[in-house]
């Protein structure tokens, strides 16, 4: 059975910090491309960051806005995958979705929110 578990959401204050873990099983990891989404209330969903697989150097990409203040990163032994997001702002509150893809076939975890706020 497929599962991708977020956690470590929460409120925090402009300028903070928060770590992001996603864990997955049910298939496997090392092989799959993992992003970061988020849905901002009355936005659609959108990219924030991507690794792709071990086996392609584990690159990433970065959207525009969160580019120097989010890290993503992986630990394939530990079947998960991370958010580092460091400066946060305001704009950046949403709920954060891990999904893992490969050859056409997708997965999506439930979800967890982010609220930053004074």
């Known amino acids: 059975q497929v599962q991708l578990v977020e956690s470590g959401g929460g409120l925090v204050q402009p300028g903070g910090s928060l770590r992001l873990s996603c864990v997955v099983s049910?298939?496997?990891?090392?092989?799959?491309?993992m992003s970061w989404y988020r849905q901002a209330p009355g936005k659609e969903r959108e990219s924030v960051a991507v690794i792709t697989s071990a086996s392609t150097g584990s690159s990433t990409i970065y959207a525009d806005s969160v580019k120097g203040r989010f890290t993503i990163s992986r630990d394939n032994a530990k079947n998960t995958v991370y958010l580092q997001m460091n400066s946060l702002k305001p704009e950046d509150t949403a709920v954060y979705y891990c999904?893992?893809?490969?050859?056409?076939?997708?997965?999506w975890g439930q979800g967890t929110q982010v609220t930053v706020s004074s």
């Open positions: 049910g298939f496997t990891f090392s092989t799959y491309v």
């Open positions: 999904k893992a893809g490969r050859g056409g076939l997708y997965y």
